[in-house]
């Protein structure tokens, strides 16, 4: 199983790292899946050019950075489409400052991929989109674990191998 790690990269306290480091070691450990972090892979499909400058590009070479944006969106949204088994998104900023964050929610929907929703923000102030997109909404980590633990865990698999 793969796991996609949905959520804010660019506007993210530490690039939203944090939160994707934590849980990585229950995924692989726990459940034995394998998980996708679109914050650590700043490689995607890019040329070494593109993964030094694209940054510097968005003020100094706006269409070279829309170049080279689309070509990362074009790889999270193929990985998404075409190998993610389910998507956790953890959403913590109630002044948004993620727009790819919601695309990746609504094309996970949109292919009927599970999307479960991490917030720790009251629901009003979640987007009725984001909420809509998913599949289950937990308001912690620890309750996601438990989730998905249930869900996947290796005790529920195993006799799907079995003769």
């Known amino acids: ?13 530490g690039g939203g790292k944090l939160w994707r480091r934590n849980l990585a070691p ?20 890019l040329a070494d050019e593109e993964v030094a400058q694209f940054r510097d590009w968005k003020q100094a070479d ?15 949204l193929d990985l998404i489409e075409n190998r993610a088994d389910y998507l956790i998104c953890y959403w913590d900023n109630p002044a948004g400052g993620s727009g790819g964050t919601s695309a990746e929610l609504t094309a996970a929907f949109r292919k009927g991929i599970p ?8 629901m009003e102030q979640v987007s009725g989109w984001m909420i809509g997109c998913s599949d289950q909404v937990f308001t ?14 290796r005790e529920k698999q195993s006799p799907l191998w079995k003769d």
Request: include cysteine.
């Open 62 to 76: 706006p269409e070279r950075y829309r170049r080279t944006i689309r070509k990362i969106i074009q790889f999270d």
């Open 26 to 45: 229950f995924l692989r450990e726990q459940l034995g899946h394998h998980f996708y972090d679109p914050a650590e892979d700043e490689k995607k499909n």
């Open 140 to 153: 912690t980590i620890e309750g996601l674990k438990e989730f998905l633990s249930g869900r996947y865990g």
């Open 1 to 13: 199983m793969l796991a996609y790690l949905c959520g804010p990269i660019e506007f993210a306290d």
């Open 115 to 122: 999307v479960y929703l991490v917030t720790p923000v009251p």
